[in-house]
């Protein structure tokens, strides 16, 4: 999945695709650009529902005889 690297000055377009920390230069209004990622190995939204059923593991011993 690529990601367009934007001059957050005058909007151009530095790059494209992903990153984890980037600094560039901006060659039309020549800022100086930072970028982070905003978390390494983020879980995905949607991937499990915030609700999680607490099933409390109950386990009985049962003795035979
Ligand atoms: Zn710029």
Sequence with gaps: MNQDIRCT???R???AGRYLEL???CPRCR???HFKAER???PQPGATDGRQSDHSLAR???TLG
Aim: with cysteine; hydrophobic share 35%.
């Design 40 to 42: 390494p190995g983020a």
């Design 60 to 62: 009985r011993q049962t």
């Design 13 to 15: 377009k530095l790059a």
């Design 9 to 11: 000055q005058c909007g």
């Design 23 to 25: 600094h560039i230069k």
């Design 31 to 33: 800022a100086m650009n």
